[in-house]
Nanobody, 129 residues
């Protein structure tokens, strides 16, 4: 059983920075991509960022391009989402996701929630004005 453990959420002010991390733990698993999605109250879960595990290519949603960055630590099987200059509209539950079945290798599935088969519990980020 693989677990994704998120940390780093909380209450921040407009313009602040914070870092979310997500560590995958378990036995006998391989990660092909990891990503972050977020869901605000009353809205659909949306793609935020993803990283291809072996090549290191990164993908950032247009809505947060230039504001958020994603990185990975392959030794620790951990991904990081660095959030800068946060805005009230960044308030959401942020979910870590991992592709352990090679779902993201084709097409645009890396941008879709259907490209990931493992999910974290979510961490709340609240941006106050």
């Amino acid at each position: 059983q693989v677990q994704l453990i998120e940390s780093g959420g909380g209450l921040v002010r407009v313009g602040d920075s914070l870092i979310l991390s997500c560590a995958a733990s378990g036995r006998n698993f391989r990660v092909y991509a990891m990503g972050w999605f977020r869901q605000a109250p009353g809205k659909e879960r949306e793609f935020v960022a993803a990283v291809d595990w072996y090549g290191g290519d990164t993908y950032i949603a247009d809505s947060v391009k230039g504001q958020f960055t994603i990185s990975r630590d392959t030794h620790e099987t951990t991904e990081y989402l660095r959030m800068h200059y946060v805005k009230p509209e960044d308030t959401a539950v942020y979910y870590c996701a991992a592709d352990m079945r090679k779902l993201t290798v084709s097409g645009d599935t890396i941008f879709s929630k259907y490209g990931y088969d493992s999910w974290g519990q979510g961490t709340q980020v609240t941006v106050s004005s």
